[in-house]
């Protein structure tokens, strides 16, 4: 299985500001995603994001909020753009094997004041 | 569209009790499940997987759940919890007919006591 990392492991931000939260996999991935997990609640997925094309945001979530890079088969960035305490999430990326499994990241623990 | 329901937010239950955790979905179109598990604090794991073949499959640690198609059912079941066992459950789904996204449940959280 595919071991992810999540840089920052936490954040406090003050309203108005950006985050932007990287997320580094072992090997290389074709599809990578992000997932919002707001307190005490599931997970939502805000985008697909593959290597070499834009990201595919879900209904809800829209690019100049949540953009996305993904640069190379390993990597890929979710920023969280002018933050509200609406904000305060824990932001999870994801992998697929290719085996229909997903695979996740420790999070990033969001906090906006 | 796919949707997944887990009636139950909270499962309180002593140690060594027997436990099963519900998860009913909808889909139009055959589907793979998940249970996936989140300790306090920490990333989601998967625990076990139902793609194709046997509908009773098995986690290393003892819990099993069984695909029902004919209900709609993917319970998680455990014959004797653990203090450990303490974390949220969160039953998932998506298509078979190529890679789609994960549709989650709302998550169930297990409380095991002594």
């Known amino acids: 299985s595919a071991v992810i990392s999540q840089k920052p492991s936490r954040d406090i931000c003050q309203r108005g500001t950006s985050l932007t939260i990287q997320c580094q996999v072992d090997?290389?991935?074709?599809?990578m995603f992000w997932y919002r997990q707001q307190p005490g609640q599931s997970l939502t997925l805000i985008a697909t994001?593959?290597?070499?094309?834009?990201?595919?945001?879900e209904s809800g979530f829209v690019i100049d909020k949540f953009p996305i890079s993904r640069p190379n088969l390993t990597f890929s960035t979710l920023t969280v753009s002018n933050m509200s305490p609406e904000d305060s999430s824990i932001y999870l990326c994801?992998?697929?094997?290719?085996?229909?499994?997903?695979?996740f990241g420790p999070g990033t623990r969001l906090t906006v004041t | 569209a796919q949707s997944v329901t887990q009636l139950d937010s909270q499962v309180p239950v002593f140690e060594e009790a027997p436990v099963e955790l519900r998860c009913n979905y909808s889909?139009?179109?055959?589907?793979?499940l998940f249970w996936y598990v989140q300790y306090p604090n920490q990333g989601l794991q998967l625990l076990l997987k139902?793609?194709?073949?046997?509908?009773l499959v098995e986690s290393i640690n003892g819990f099993e759940a069984e695909f029902n198609k004919s209900q709609t059912s993917f319970h998680l079941r455990k014959p004797s919890v653990h203090i450990s066992d303490t974390a949220e459950y969160f039953c998932?789904?998506?298509?078979?007919?190529?890679?789609?996204?994960?549709?989650f449940g709302t998550g169930t959280r297990l409380l095991v006591s002594p």
């Open positions: 994801s992998v697929e094997d290719g085996g229909y499994e997903q695979y």
């Open positions: 090997s290389q991935v074709t599809m």
């Open positions: 994001a593959n290597q070499g094309s834009e990201a595919t945001y």
């Open positions: 889909s139009s179109v055959s589907v793979y």
């Open positions: 139902y793609l194709s073949g046997s509908t």
């Open positions: 998932a789904v998506t298509m078979n007919t190529g890679f789609q996204k994960l549709v």
